[in-house]
């Protein structure tokens, strides 16, 4: 959060809660938070809370660092030891990217700054979704002219057949 933001929340935290007395001389009062009565108000609230577009540019910047941090850690979990744990290591990468404020978090946003610049670059992203959407045609080209999938069905069908068979006469 920025440091406006949350002087923000501050401040609205201790206008809702109720003030306790206290005996010590070193107690600040805390500003008002501002109202909006006029124009004047309104662009002063703006500068504190930031606007909708900010906002919108703040969410835009969150999901490039979720994503980025998901297939940097997704590709190194992958190469390292598989897939299940290339899955457990981007969706991981990608919560540390948000929610970690330490090292940690800032190694997972760097790596998602780089897979962010190199997308930006070379269009990685869309060159593999188009990639992997033909593959998808493909199989099915290949499936409605060979029955894969039907034949593939059958054959396993009949191996659990075979299988519960063997078990049946050894009961």
Do not use: C, W
């Not at 002219?145 to 593939?152: A, L, P």
């Amino acid at each position: 959060m920025t440091k406006s933001f949350e002087d923000a929340i501050h401040t609205a935290k201790q206008t809702l809660t109720p003030q306790k007395h206290t005996n010590h001389k070193n107690t600040k009062k805390k500003p008002p938070p501002p109202t909006r009565s006029n124009k004047n108000d309104n662009q002063s609230i703006q500068a504190i809370y930031g606007t909708n577009k900010d906002k919108t540019k703040q969410t835009e910047r969150r999901n490039e660092l979720v994503g980025g941090a998901a297939i940097a850690g997704g590709v190194v979990g992958l190469v390292l030891s598989g897939p299940f744990v290339g899955l457990v290591a981007g969706v991981a990468a990608a919560g540390l990217a948000v929610a970690n404020a330490g090292k940690v978090g800032d190694v997972a946003r760097a790596s998602a700054d780089v897979v962010v610049n190199l997308d930006k670059k070379h269009q990685i992203v869309e060159k593999t979704t188009n990639a992997a959407n033909l593959t998808v045609e493909r199989a099915k080209e290949l499936d409605s002219k060979h029955r894969v999938v039907e034949k593939t069905r059958n054959k396993v069908v009949k191996g659990f057949n075979f299988i519960s068979k063997q078990l049946d006469r050894k009961v």
